[in-house]
């Protein structure tokens, strides 16, 4: 589930609402990730999507079971290819307006490198962005649309969705500069990447 704070970046945090985002008029400037250091430290995931902020509490045990696959799978891989590194719950700052969490991210040992500040965040895109499914209208359309938009903008390679329930994996690729959907991958097939040479992990195992 979502909510949303209705609040302004100048003022305490008071209020709670059952919202997808933060409510605020239109002549009110945008929240930043310098906002951020502002907020409560607890439980709950901040991220702003252009200049808008989103809210999510703690997701299911499931879905970080889930990241947590996602995360053991590209990280013995990269051990052996030496190609690159798996993070899990990166922050990825884009711009002051676009600062957010990915459940999992990879990217190349050059980019990792050119990419990190000295508070273990990164500054731009990785090749790779992993996003799981929380329950919702609200938290799916975000993932779905609003992050899709977002990486795709920002020049992310892939970005897979995986909905733990439904035990599938959407896989999008660039083509012609955008993210498009190339594929969906169900439990019993084989999750593998053009970015990720010799990479290969059955679904199930992403899932059990």
């Not at 909510?3 to 239109?26: D, G, H, M, Y």
């Not at 409560?40 to 509490?57: C, H």
């Not at 609003?146 to 999008?172: F, H, M, P, T």
């Not at 969906?184 to 199930?204: A, G, K, N, Q, R």
């Amino acid at each position: 589930m979502t909510q949303a704070i209705i609040t302004t970046p100048e003022t305490s945090i008071t209020t709670i609402a059952n919202e997808e985002l933060i409510s605020k008029p239109e002549a009110q400037i945008l929240w930043t990730s310098a906002d951020l250091d502002l907020l409560p430290q607890n439980s709950k995931r901040y991220e702003i999507i252009d200049g808008e902020l989103y809210v999510t509490r703690a997701p299911h045990n499931k879905h970080q079971d889930t990241c947590g696959n996602f995360h053991y799978e590209l990280k013995a891989w990269s051990k052996v290819s030496g190609l690159g590194y798996s993070v899990i719950g990166a922050g990825l700052i884009f711009g002051d307006n676009d600062d957010v969490i990915p459940d999992a991210i990879w990217m190349s040992k050059e980019k990792y490198a050119a990419l990190i500040d000295d508070t273990g965040h990164f500054h731009g895109a990785p090749d790779l962005v992993i996003e799981v499914l929380s329950a919702g209208t609200e938290n799916e359309k975000r993932d779905r649309e609003v992050k899709l938009k977002l990486y795709s903008n920002q020049g992310v390679l892939e970005y897979w969705i995986a909905d733990w329930r439904a035990k599938q994996i959407q896989v999008y690729r660039r083509e012609n500069g955008i993210l498009k959907l190339a594929m969906t991958l169900f439990e019993s097939d084989t999750l593998t990447s053009p970015l990720l040479p010799e990479f290969s992990c059955l679904i199930s195992q992403i899932f059990e």
